[in-house]
Every structure is written in structure tokens, then in C-alpha cells.
């Protein structure tokens, strides 16, 4: 594997862990789904509630 391929297998991983991490979490789903959002803002990443949910619900489903 490339140098280049493990930065980034390594990212992917980072961004898994993340996501099972606060979908696993004790929290409830608006406070998690604001979370996200809050997240995603902050990155310049803009969803409406229903794409969120999606993103949401396909994470969920990954992990699964």
C-alpha cells in the first residue's frame, strides 16, 4: 500500500469511529441530529433536515 493510500485509509477509519461513536452515543436523536448539523456547518457543509435525517439513518445503516 502507498504511503498516500494509508494517510487516507487511516482518515476513513478516524471518520467511521466518529460517526459509530455519536450514533452510539446516549443521546437523543434531535440532540445528535444537531449535533451533526452543527458539525456539518462548521465544515461549510449546508443540509436541510431531511437530507440530514438520510445522512443520518445511512450512517446508522454502515454501522450496522
Known amino acids: ?3 498516500t493510500e494509508a494517510i487516507l485509509a487511516g482518515l476513513g477509519g478516524l471518520l467511521v469511529g466518529a460517526a459509530a461513536a455519536l450514533l ?4 437523543k436523536g434531535d440532540h445528535l441530529r444537531s ?7 462548521e ?3 449546508s443540509l436541510k433536515k431531511n437530507k440530514l435525517e438520510e445522512l443520518v439513518d445511512e450512517i ?3 454501522i450496522k
Open 60 to 62: 446508522a445503516q454502515e
Open 1 to 3: 500500500m502507498k504511503h
Open 43 to 45: 465544515k461549510g457543509i
Open 24 to 27: 452510539l452515543a446516549p443521546k
Open 35 to 41: 449535533d451533526i448539523k452543527r458539525f456539518l456547518k
